[in-house]
């Protein structure tokens, strides 16, 4: 079957000029032509343009698809299986973005005075927290505080508050991260992540967002050096 510039047009939602502009770029040249000069598209050029699309899609610049639909493109189901990929990642971050306003809508209804400031918080960080974790992480690190409950979540953010007092305390202190005591406040520290689904590539994640995010310290009232004296102090417990 064959469609003409304007069929090809309503059929996959596109403009006639955008399907123009695909062929001014060599991205998507008719198979042929009508005896009157009209443009036709075979089903192979459909395929060439839902290639475009998909790549698109992906977040690909149109100059970075052209070399990608010669005779060396992958193949078409590969290419849908890519595309697929891609509008997984897109539907869980539209899940996750439900349920933070889900939790919004709970505050609202709470109310309170600093209510605007604690959203921009709460977005800046889950933006941080997207750059460093998979969403599969990031769910179990819900689901873990969840399995804690609100009194047990309460204890675990007094404990985490009073620790990072007793590292400011530490760090200002003089006391070299290898000390005896330091080890333990480390060692202590370590222990509260005890109960909460990590690896070794999770730590390490972990440390990097707590050194390179200004907004991650800043939440957890701490300077650049501090974190540096901490990590050092938890290097020398392991």
Excluded: C
């Excluded at 395929?47 to 990608?68: N, V």
Aim: charged share 30%; net charge positive; aromatic share 6%.
């Amino acid at each position: 079957m064959e469609y003409t510039v304007g069929d090809l047009a309503k059929r996959s939602g596109l403009t006639v000029r955008a399907l123009h502009h695909y062929e001014k770029l060599g991205l998507l040249q008719p198979s042929g032509r009508t005896e009157a000069g009209y443009r036709l598209y075979s089903a192979a050029d459909v395929q060439t343009l839902h290639r475009i699309l998909a790549y698109r899609q992906m977040g690909l610049a149109l100059k970075e698809i052209e070399p990608m639909l010669g005779p060396k493109a992958p193949p078409l189901a590969e290419v849908v299986a890519q595309q697929r990929a891609a509008l997984e990642v897109q539907l869980a971050r539209q899940q996750k973005l439900v349920k933070m306003l889900l939790r919004v809508e709970k505050r609202l209804e709470e109310g309170g005075d600093e209510l605007a400031d604690e959203l921009l918080k709460a977005m800046s960080m889950a933006q941080v927290y997207e750059r460093y974790f998979s969403a599969e992480e990031i769910e179990r690190m819900r689901e873990a505080q969840t399995l804690l409950g609100p009194e047990g979540l309460k204890q675990i953010k007094l404990k985490i508050t009073a620790l990072l007092a007793e590292w400011r305390a530490a760090a200002a202190s003089g006391v070299k991260p290898d000390a005896p005591a330091t080890i333990a406040l480390a060692r202590r520290w370590m222990a509260l992540g005890e109960g909460f689904p990590q690896d070794d590539a999770t730590r390490e994640r972990a440390k990097a967002m707590l050194k390179n995010e200004p907004a991650v310290r800043e939440a957890m009232g701490l300077s650049k050096a501090e974190v540096t004296f901490m990590n050092r102090a938890v290097e020398a417990a392991k």
